[in-house]
């Protein structure tokens, strides 16, 4: 797991992992590379995961936009 950004108003850092073999990118249809989640501090360690993946961070944001 790697932290991508950190919201600091919101308190959340931005996460992501290895998406499994075989995913496509939600957004634009090309091999997924990545799960991204959302780390909230008020959760302590716990990591809210997409339930959708991506192959890069700008097809989440464009996809969540």
Request: aromatic share 10%; with cysteine.
């Amino acid at each position: 797991m790697k932290t991508i950004s950190r919201d600091s108003f919101a308190r959340v850092d931005t996460v992501r992992r290895s998406a499994p073999n075989g995913s496509t990118c939600q957004f634009c249809g090309s091999p997924a590379r990545y799960q991204y989640g959302e780390q909230p501090d008020s959760l302590s360690g716990r990591v809210i995961w997409d339930a959708h993946r991506f192959c890069s961070i700008s097809c989440r944001r464009a996809y969540h936009s």
